[in-house]
């Protein structure tokens, strides 16, 4: 009996010596440590679907300029196959968007203020970089709510084109805002689990006629014959930090663009790609939590009208109004004045 207590001792501390030296502590304590990094925040087993059966080093936590950081990497030593993600968590009334949301990004929905879109070239095969983006209100006040940010890098074969990779970091990043809202005494109102993200593409045109988000209603038959618009590019009627629609000519060139901006993406509004800078219709509304002052632009891609196009100055304020009072209302917000 004894002899069998000591050969069992010795093959336990054998394969304790191989776990050791193999490399599978250090694998542990990693996985470990994951659970308990940034005071706990961090979506401990988000990040491990995002990236299965990898070790995982992290980092982060609170920096004293407030900001809340908190980052997961894979342990891979080649450059190219090493994959990342980070969340950044700022007050809205203080932080910088890290997208500015145009363009492709889609709105994450199912009840979160948020946007998703690819880090890289739209028009790649493969997508290993994604970013998402979420308003979160901590109160009524305008202005009181957080801006949440995760940025990821998926490892060697990962594709945000890949619809479960975009669900797994937007589930990353909710469910970390979620628990650093409870952490920090943020009373908020966050949106159910996100199950399913749109690809970031280009949005394709569509007859005026047919528009059935951020451009509906817009313009009536006779104003978009005036205007020579024949197609519209729009999001869906979703509650998002960015809201655009753009009208378009008969062969696709870009004729008017019509944002809602809020909070954060309101205040660092970047310069669109246009030559008419002045006179730019614009309207704002005070908004409740993080939504905080919106702003809505409406502006014609070029100063010169297009052959057979009425200007309207009058009617371009007219509609960028009922964009504004559509897109505020569905925010909470008041209505928009110049």
Do not use: N
Not at 65 to 93: H, L
Not at 152 to 161: E, N, P, V, Y
Not at 319 to 324: G, I, T
Request: charged residues 25%; negative net charge.
């Amino acid at each position: 009996m004894r002899r069998t207590a000591l050969w069992t001792a010795a093959v336990v501390t054998v394969a304790g010596g191989y776990f050791w030296l193999s490399g599978g502590y250090d694998a542990w304590r990693h996985d470990r440590a994951l659970d308990t990094v940034c005071e706990g925040d961090l979506a401990a087993e988000q990040v491990r679907a995002l990236f299965p059966d990898v070790e995982l080093r992290s980092h982060g936590g609170d920096d004293k300029d407030g900001d809340w950081y908190c980052e997961a990497a894979t342990a891979d030593v080649e450059r190219d196959g090493r994959g990342r993600v980070s969340v950044e968590i700022d007050r809205a009334d203080g932080s910088e968007p890290r997208s500015d949301g145009d363009g492709g990004a889609v709105p994450l929905g199912h009840g979160w203020t948020g946007l998703f879109d690819f880090g890289g070239d739209r028009d790649s095969t493969v997508v290993r970089t994604g970013v998402a983006s979420v308003l979160v209100d901590c109160g009524k006040g305008s202005g009181d709510g957080l801006l949440a940010t995760a940025r990821a890098r998926l490892a060697r074969g990962g594709d945000f084109r890949d619809s479960a990779a975009r669900v797994r970091l937007a589930a990353v990043l909710t469910e970390t805002v979620t628990a650093y809202a409870e952490r920090t005494g943020c009373d908020a109102r966050t949106g159910s689990p996100v199950k399913d993200v749109a690809v970031p593409v280009d949005r394709l045109a569509e007859p005026v006629a047919r528009a059935s988000g951020t451009c509906a209603d817009l313009v009536d038959p006779a104003t978009a014959r005036a205007w020579d618009v024949r197609t519209v590019a729009e999001h869906p009627r979703t509650p998002a930090p960015v809201e655009t629609c753009r009208l378009d000519g008969p062969d696709g060139t870009p004729l008017y663009h019509f944002t809602a901006l809020y909070g954060p993406f309101a205040r660092y509004e970047k310069p669109q790609s246009r030559t008419d800078t002045d006179g730019t219709p614009r309207l704002t509304a005070v908004c409740p939590g993080a939504g905080a002052t919106a702003l809505y632009t409406a502006f014609p891609y070029s100063a010169a009208p297009r052959e057979g196009a009425t200007p309207d100055p009058a009617g371009l304020r007219a509609a960028l109004k009922r964009f504004a009072d559509r897109s505020a209302a569905a925010h909470g917000c008041s209505a928009p004045v110049r």
